[in-house]
């Protein structure tokens, strides 16, 4: 299951970013709304696959997209709603 995730979570980043870029930690960017969409699928995704408890795929979707977006270089996103 772990190698799923990584490998779900790297095609989601790569299918998404192209390219990685380095940003100071004081100007980051708002990634584009359909970019988080995306990554929040694919988080999904690897939620149903590690079959996480209901009560933990709130929390694992939001760390799993801001673990995404960081290292995409964007700002973190506070909620996924």
């Known amino acids: 299951m772990q190698h799923s995730r990584l490998a779900l979570t790297t095609l ?7 390219t ?5 930690a004081a100007a980051l960017p708002q990634a584009p709304v359909s970019d ?9 995704q690897i939620a149903l696959e590690d079959q996480l408890p209901e009560s933990e795929v709130g929390a694992f979707l ?8 960081t290292e995409m270089g964007y700002e ?6």
């Open 36 to 44: 988080v969409v995306s990554l929040k699928e694919a988080c999904q």
């Open 62 to 69: 939001l760390d799993c997209v801001n673990d995404q977006l």
């Open 76 to 81: 973190r996103v506070a909620s996924l709603d």
């Open 12 to 18: 989601a980043a790569m299918l998404i970013s192209g």
């Open 20 to 24: 990685a870029m380095s940003f100071s």
